[in-house]
């Protein structure tokens, strides 16, 4: 008896540590994990944004649920309503500071909107290549829209529409250098033609999209989404077929190898451009957005 006394007291005294920290030694599912830089959409904004849009998370916390999951995460400001190219040359920038500081030496991508874009050309035409092991886009505008397709011949250089365009966003985000035409262009179905043929695939690198559309005007599930649905539909079917999220055609978010979308419940009526990112966190009311965040993490891992 006194000797089974003595190895139950052995035992306790080996695991009592873990229960005293609180299991923090547990292993999380995105430890080993390079570190993951977030690259925001079209009128987003990051970590080193000013102005009215810095006072919320533009994802929606899912930043800080990839830190909780083990990752090291980065959501650096890239220039809103800027092209592609300049997106990409302010993102190089800011990367490799962070990366140098850090003393990391590779990093997954994941870009939201706009966000692939940037991110593909600064891997492919800036030298990432090298410190990228992946790039996700979700529900990113890889062949263009219809919605800028429509806009693109009201938004020209000197147009009054770009002027009312170009002074909202230097107001919101406390910018001087919003470029309206060139990010209209930079999003249509023309210009990202002329972009992917000057921006390949960079060899060593997986690349990976995410999407999912909405099945209809719903202004109680997707209250943004809904606004642009059919217009966005109609002027991207002949290109790229009317499925959409509100802004992006279904057919323009596959890049590199697809994975598909988040699952949803049965009352859902799909996920919008906006719910996604759970930008302003208006995806969590309506589908798991951490558990979709983490599959998407967990696929970047598993490719490293």
Not at 12 to 33: E, F, I, Q
Not at 54 to 82: C, F, H, K, T
Not at 151 to 164: E, H, N, R, T, V
Not at 269 to 282: I, K, P, S
């Amino acid at each position: 008896m006194i000797r089974r006394i003595a190895i139950l007291a052995g035992l306790l005294a080996m695991v009592s540590p873990a229960w005293a920290n609180g299991g923090g030694s547990s292993p999380k599912p995105l430890d080993g994990a390079y570190p993951i830089v977030l690259a925001h959409g079209l009128l987003g904004w990051g970590e080193e944004s000013n102005g009215l849009t810095s006072i919320i998370n533009y994802w929606g916390g899912m930043d800080d649920y990839l830190r909780e999951q083990g990752a090291s995460v980065y959501a650096p400001e890239q220039p809103p309503g800027s092209s592609n190219e300049a997106r990409g040359e302010v993102l190089k920038e800011r990367v490799l500071y962070w990366m140098a500081a850090n003393g990391y030496k590779k990093v997954h991508f994941l870009g939201h909107s706009q966000g692939p874009l940037g991110v593909r050309y600064a891997v492919s035409n800036l030298g990432l290549a090298s410190k990228t092991a992946s790039v996700t886009s979700l529900n990113g505008v890889n062949r263009g829209t219809g919605l800028a397709d429509a806009l693109l011949p009201f938004i020209q250089d000197g147009a009054p529409a770009s002027k009312i365009l170009e002074t909202f966003v230097n107001l919101l985000y406390l910018v001087d250098d919003s470029d309206a035409p060139a990010v209209v262009w930079s999003l249509s179905t023309d210009g990202m033609a002329v972009f992917n043929a000057n921006t390949p695939n960079a060899p060593g690198v997986r690349y990976y999209s995410y999407g999912s559309v909405i099945n209809g005007v719903d202004f109680i599930q997707h209250p943004v989404g809904s606004l642009l649905y059919n217009f966005t539909g109609k002027n991207s079917a002949a290109a790229h077929g009317f499925a959409n999220d509100g802004f992006v055609p279904l057919s323009s978010m596959k890049w590199g190898e697809w994975k598909g979308g988040p699952d949803t419940p049965w009352y859902s009526t799909g996920v919008d451009h906006l719910q996604c990112a759970n930008t302003l966190y208006l995806g969590q009311a309506w589908y798991d957005v951490e558990a979709y965040f983490l599959k998407m993490a967990k696929n970047m891992k598993a490719g490293q």
